[in-house]
């Protein structure tokens, strides 16, 4: 297979310790005694809750309608009893408003269905669709997917970029999903096509997944402008802005947006989505998940009911005794959980669990010796070490204005690298609140 | 279940380096280095690495016990500063001054800037700097290599008593760099690459040199910009003052074989903590370490400069990193 020409700068070349589940075909996860659905579940405003206490909901039923335009919907992802609608813990600790849902026997859950949305239909009723159906970016950003697709109208796109990059290490989700639901995700671009009506459509896979990129290939229907190109692996490929450049070698400058180059970016789970729910009315009431590492003792690629406790999942599959250490996420950019008793949102596209030796705890943090490592990796060109050392003088002012801070996206690929071991992603997290706040406070 | 979990920020993983490995890999990398230098030398350069060791170690320890920072002995580098300080000095140089030197090192060269990681100047430059000062007649006194009671006896003014008077061999040599400088000898590019003069402990087999730093280059640990500056500026000054006075001046080949550039280019200027930290950068520093380096010895009143030039570029070097930035992602658009 030939490979692209271009590439982003810099970056990094993880294990991608994908192995263990790239052959585990996706399997229904069970429901959970209860689940816990925060109402949060995507960037913008939360739905607003349209059930009560008490309430007998269907799968796929509405829960919680969204008011405004950056919000979208929320659904049941089982038939059952709303048992509370209170407080819960989310990924950060924080106490969020949700709804505390007791689903009844598996024998009974069945989804019901909407009135079905097709692509033929216009762009406008599409968009709307896919806010009612609750889709956001199932990469991890949970960005609202309406809002994505509907770039301001002085900003024509040209170029559809389907993500299948998936470059985090251990997750696979994409690549099941690529190998096992081609179809869907042909009749997703259908409808991406129409609402950003866009002349050609780009898949980016990573070399590693070579049976996805051959298998979508032979799904391509005649009538459709799409292609399939394979990157060498490189860490962080799947950032949008690392993606368009390795796929059309279109720059985008600090502070720009991918419809300012005629790009929207969209990833392959969330178009497999659209082209799954959307025929049929649905709205998300799972999404599939990686459940991997070192401390899992059944390794494998679930669809999980959206609201299942982390609890839940990890007793069902079982874990190791010297279980030290879960996240949610890719180990490069995932956050680590406090508590299991937190549930698997739409946003979550891996739960992994360390053990003692494959946790930090014993990591000496030295001060940093200029080597000139971190720069040499982060896609953005900035200079992590500088940017390391003055927020250990909290000199987060110089660090925006002479250093870019804001254009970090927190790869982490600085930290991986780091032979001093210092957290550079948690500084420059600290740094950028830190000027948040001063702004606010402005 | 165990609880509670273990939370810290992402990433989750890192690439396995740290510092320790890092200063192992150039132990190893100086290993060939030092075993050449106890071939050539003896006793007295077995003795002189071992009494650098043990002073600056306990100079370390004895630091790190005044301060409240984490203990850096794990770390290696103190090792590292105090191979490369012992291979800097004449082979002959009195032990106590050798232990002498190796406290500063670590006082003036290290702690006092706040320890690893702080240290504007090499460390081992800055010991090696301050024997040159109060101690010139010994630090330019260079005891012939290879010569046959080495491994049986040691130089008389290894043992010399500390501040009394200096007593030295009469058998001195000169080193190429002065032989040539004060007396127009010329030495052969061949004995200087392969170690066969006299010199600083360290410094005269180039070969052993080159290959210890092409194990950091494969390593990826060497700032590999920093040599290649100061072989280019070298080269190319040497070689334009060769066309224009060619009797006086030395050829390029020989700037780059003699003294201590080699161990200095290789070892010693790329010391990450006292250089720049963008490639650019590196290259810039140096440029200018060895532009510095053929100044001081075609008009300067030493034969050598090595080490000044590559202090002097450290106290450049956050400068040189002000200026010269990554450029950010696309910044042109």
Not at chain 2, 65 to 78: A, E, H, M, P, V
Request: net charge positive.
């Amino acid at each position: 297979m030939i490979f692209n020409q271009h590439t982003f700068k810099h970056g990094i070349h993880p294990d991608d310790n994908k192995s263990e589940t790239a052959t585990s075909a996706i399997h229904q996860f069970p429901f959970a005694p209860l689940l816990m659905i925060p109402l949060q579940q995507n960037i913008g405003a939360a739905p607003e809750c349209i059930v009560r206490e008490g309430q007998e909901v269907q799968r796929g039923q509405l829960l919680a309608q969204a008011k405004e335009y950056f919000s979208v919907s929320l659904h049941a992802p089982a038939s059952g009893v709303i048992k509370h609608i209170g407080l819960m813990f989310d990924i950060k600790g924080q106490q969020v408003p949700g709804i505390y849902l007791q689903p009844f026997a598996a024998s009974t859950q069945e989804i019901i269905e909407g009135e079905p949305c097709l692509f033929t239909t216009s762009a406008e009723k599409i968009l709307t669709a896919i806010q009612q159906a609750g889709i956001v970016g199932l990469g991890g950003a949970a960005f609202p997917s309406h809002v994505k697709l509907k770039p301001p109208k002085d900003k024509p796109i040209d170029t559809l970029v389907i993500n299948g990059v998936e470059c985090e290490p251990y997750l696979t989700t994409d690549h099941r999903v690529m190998l096992e639901q081609a179809d869907d995700i042909m009749t997703g671009i259908r409808y991406l096509l129409k609402v950003t009506s866009a002349q050609q459509v780009v898949i980016g896979i990573e070399a590693n997944k070579q049976d996805a990129a051959i298998h979508l290939k032979k799904h391509i229907p005649a009538d459709l402008p799409v292609s399939v190109n394979v990157l060498p692996v490189k860490y962080p490929q799947g950032a949008e802005k690392m993606l368009i450049q390795s796929l059309l070698n279109r720059q985008l400058a600090p502070g720009k947006h991918a419809n300012d180059v005629g790009v929207v970016g969209v990833n392959i789970a969330t178009a497999a989505e659209i082209g799954r729910l959307l025929p049929h009315g649905r709205g998300i009431q799972e999404r599939v998940v990686t459940i991997t590492g070192p401390a899992m003792t059944r390794k494998g690629n679930y669809r999980i009911p959206i609201g299942t406790p982390l609890r839940f999942i990890l007793e069902t599959l079982g874990t190791s005794n010297n279980l030290n250490k879960v996240f949610m996420g890719g180990p490069m950019m995932g956050s680590a959980v406090a508590s299991l008793d937190i549930s698997v949102t739409k946003g979550t596209s891996g739960i992994i669990a360390f053990s003692d030796s494959k946790t930090s705890l014993n990591k000496t943090i030295y001060p940093c010796i200029h080597c000139g490592k971190c720069l040499e990796v982060c896609p953005m060109l900035l200079n992590p070490s500088q940017l390391g050392l003055l927020a250990k003088k909290q000199r987060y002012e110089e660090m925006q204005t002479n250093y870019h801070l804001m254009d970090c996206f927190e790869c982490g690929a600085c930290a991986y690298v780091c032979p001093s071991h210092i957290p550079l992603v948690q500084h420059f997290r600290v740094a950028k609140h830190a000027i948040k706040k001063q702004k606010q406070a402005r | 279940m165990k609880t509670p979990l273990h939370i810290d920020s992402s990433p989750h993983i890192n690439a396995g380096s740290s510092v320790e490995k890092i200063m192992q890999h150039v132990l190893l990398a100086l290993s060939p280095v030092v075993i050449f230098a106890i071939y050539a030398y003896g006793l007295a350069v077995l003795l002189l690495l071992v009494v650098s060791i043990l002073s600056c170690v306990l100079s370390e320890h004895f630091f790190n016990r005044l301060s409240t920072k984490n203990q850096s002995l794990q770390d290696y580098s103190i090792i590292v500063t105090a191979v490369i300080y012992a291979l800097t000095l004449p082979p002959g140089l009195a032990l106590w001054m050798a232990a002498l030197g190796g406290f500063v090192c670590v006082a003036l060269g290290k702690f006092i800037f706040g320890g690893l990681g702080a240290n504007p100047f090499n460390p081992a430059l800055v010991g090696r700097a301050f024997l040159q000062a109060a101690f010139p007649v010994a630090m330019t006194n260079w005891t012939p290599a290879f010569s046959a009671d080495r491994f049986v006896s040691l130089p008389t003014s290894t043992l010399a008593w500390p501040f009394g008077k200096p007593i030295y061999d009469q058998i001195s040599m000169a080193t190429p760099l002065a032989a040539k400088k004060f007396e127009q000898i010329d030495t052969g590019v061949y004995e200087l690459a392969l170690g066969l003069t006299s010199g600083s402990a360290g410094e005269t087999c180039a070969v052993l040199l080159l290959a210890g730093a092409g194990y950091l280059l494969w390593k990826k640990i060497l700032k590999w910009q920093i040599p290649l500056g100061i072989f280019t500026a070298v080269i190319l000054l040497t070689g334009m003052f060769n066309l224009i006075q060619p009797d006086v001046t030395p050829s390029p080949l020989f700037m780059l074989f003699s003294g201590g550039l080699m161990l200095g280019a290789l070892f010693m200027a790329t010391d990450p903590v006292a250089s720049p930290i963008t490639a650019w950068g590196c290259f810039v520093y140096g440029i200018i370490i060895g532009m510095l380096i053929v100044i001081i010895r075609l008009w300067g009143g030493l034969p050598e400069g090595v080490m000044y030039a590559i202090l002097f570029a450290n106290a450049l070097s956050p400068h040189i990193d002000r200026l010269i930035q990554p450029k950010v992602f696309d910044e042109k658009s």
